[in-house]
């Protein structure tokens, strides 16, 4: 039984307005003691001839109190519907058993393929926290759009082909030593690559061996190629260790080099279209309509840049996977960018391109900390990460000294504090870190969801042999039992807000309030107490297994775990 729909039904037959009119104008009241739907009889006015406040009164009085609807009340121009909480919370409750770990999944992405490209850092530099935010951002939508029935793939369009490795094998030849390069990759590499750019500074030759060395990359060299598969792979090596921290996979590790014999393609194709001008010896494609720079598709020496290899990984998604989607979660400085080979992607005729999509993210800031790559004093991801667990495991010291598994439970909410404060805010907008909000397991934190989950387990644990399978709930139908019940009832509406705007954080912002609801309940609604008679204390029960299934589909979402006691 849809509540709403039932409402709207019997408002189109008692009045003359059409199920299109009243279901728009159908609304949440502001407040809990008005019912759970509204309907302003203010449009009815002018047919009817007749003040609003009387129409609502009319309007009352031809509703029965029945199986879905408790009564309904007329204030001022309104009318209040108060659903029957017993069979909503039934009904609720019963579907979300049924779903077995799947609530709030849908069928609207059913034959539908979104491609989700996202982290996408850079080999030889440092994994740093705007391929983290990509990475929070991206795998939460992934996870997202697969909960809607979506095929997602997950694309990590790896930054390993460019000029700078040039410089970084001319930098390798001249200092590289493996055996400290092996210890210690990025590091190491990212060293001579510094060292290479001050030593530049007065030996411009420097940056002529670097080009010849590009240029020999490109062109299949054994001995260049060599050296750029080793800088790869030992980046992966580290990159994946960060990604196994964070439980993150992805489908594809196809980056840049992997379109290097796939960009003359779209040069021959913008070409013969005519979309290319000359510009001081350079190829670009014009957009002056569009009041944005031209974007370069060749430059003067020849060489192909950035954007020419999205446009050719565009191309080959289209033809490989045909996608209904391309997402792009890359940080806003690049909107530019996008826009620009967008822009040339459409004016190639291409229709799909429509459906490419930046997501973008802001800045992250961590208080007193540079993050510049630049001068090689940056912050170092994994170090962020080791951070924040270990800050985690010493406040578990502190409050739970006996805990069994403490190293699990530090690294799962250590962790999950990182994801959330990614996810925390509409992804646009910038972010401090702050450890204390962080970590605060009182306040809006990943913490505070996973402390309420265990909180709910533990009372499950303790149930242990209880039956509540069958639980009569109008046994607890309380205002925060109900209150809870509602929020798990609107799951799905929180997944699908989420992936309409490509924002992960309707679902923080929903397993946060889900998790005060909860919290609520069970301390004004007591669950084990010697005093609590079976029948209530089975529906109680029943609302907790349902509430902690949910927290944890919820904070799934975003790529939180959750621990099964702390
Ligand atoms: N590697 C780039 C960086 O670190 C991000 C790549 C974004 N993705 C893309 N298709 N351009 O800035």
Redesign the pocket.
């Known amino acids: 039984m849809n509540f709403k729909e039932y409402v709207i039904d019997k408002l189109a037959e008692l009045t003359e307005l059409e199920k299109g009119v009243i279901e728009n104008s159908v609304e949440v009241p502001p407040e809990e003691k008005m019912g759970d739907l509204a309907f302003p009889c203010f449009p009815l006015a002018r047919i009817m001839r007749k003040a609003p406040p009387i129409i609502a009164a009319e309007l009352a009085e031809k509703f029965n109190s029945d199986e879905v609807l408790d009564k309904v009340e007329a204030v001022g121009g309104y009318l209040n519907f108060f659903f029957n909480r017993a069979e909503f919370e039934k009904e609720t409750i019963e579907a979300i058993k049924a779903s077995n770990g799947n609530w709030g999944t849908s069928d609207i992405g059913n034959g539908k393929t979104v491609l989700v ?1 996202y982290s ?3 080999i030889a ?1 440092p994994f740093h926290i ?2 983290l935010f ?1 990475t929070a951002v991206g795998n939460s939508l992934a996870k997202i759009y697969k909960h809607l029935g979506y095929n997602v793939q997950s694309l990590n ?3 390993d082909w460019g000029t700078q490795f040039g410089k970084l094998i001319s930098a390798y030849k001249r200092w590289g030593d493996p055996s400290v390069i092996e210890k210690d990759p990025i590091k190491e590499l990212l060293k001579i690559y510094v060292k290479f750019h001050d030593e530049a500074k007065e030996h411009p030759e420097l940056e002529d061996e670097a080009r010849e060395y590009f240029k020999k990359l490109e062109d299949g060299d054994e001995e260049t190629t060599k050296l750029w598969s080793y800088f790869r792979e030992q980046s992966l090596v580290e990159f994946k260790r960060v990604y196994d921290m964070l439980g993150v996979k992805f489908d594809s590790y196809n980056g ?1 080099a992997f379109y290097s014999d796939k960009m003359q393609e779209v040069v021959d194709i913008l070409d013969e279209k005519g979309l290319l001008t000359d510009s001081e010896g350079a190829k670009v494609v014009d957009l002056s309509e569009l009041n944005v720079p031209p974007c370069i598709i060749l430059k003067s020496d020849g060489a192909t840049i ?1 954007a020419t ?2 446009i050719a ?1 565009a191309l080959y998604r289209h033809r490989t996977y045909n996608f209904d989607k391309n997402i ?1 979660v ?2 806003t400085p ?1 909107a530019l ?2 826009k620009q080979i967008f822009a040339v992607m459409e004016k190639a005729g291409w229709e799909w391109s429509k459906n490419c999509k930046h997501v973008g993210f802001g800045l992250v800031k961590l208080p007193g900390k540079s993050m510049s790559t630049r001068n090689g004093d940056v912050v170092f991801l994994e170090e962020v990460l080791n951070e924040s667990i270990e800050k985690t495991r010493a406040i578990i010291e502190t409050n739970s000294p006996d805990m069994e598994n403490k190293d699990e439970v530090a690294k799962k909410i250590g962790i999950g504090a990182i994801l959330y404060t990614f996810l925390k805010n509409s992804r646009e907008k910038d972010i401090v870190f702050a450890w204390d909000t962080m970590l605060d397991f009182e306040g809006e934190s990943a913490p505070y969801c996973q402390y309420g989950y265990a909180r709910g387990r533990s009372i499950l644990r303790r149930a242990e042999g209880i039956d509540y399978s069958d639980a009569d709930l109008s046994k607890a139908t309380s205002d925060e039992a109900y209150a809870l019940v509602k929020q798990l009832n609107s799951f799905g509406d929180a997944v699908k807000d989420a992936a309409d705007k490509n924002e992960p954080f309707y679902i923080n912002r929903y397993v946060t309030n889900l998790t005060k609801a909860f919290n609520k309940f069970y301390n004004t609604n007591p669950i084990m107490k010697d005093d609590v008679d079976d029948e209530t204390k089975k529906a109680r029960l029943a609302i907790v297994d349902a509430s902690t299934q949910v927290i944890k589909t919820a904070l799934g979402l975003l790529g939180i775990d959750t621990v099964e006691s702390m």
């Open positions: 490209e996408s850092p850079n530099k705007g391929h990509s369009h790896l930054g840049e950035y290899r999205d990984a792009y890359v940080g690049q960018h996008f």
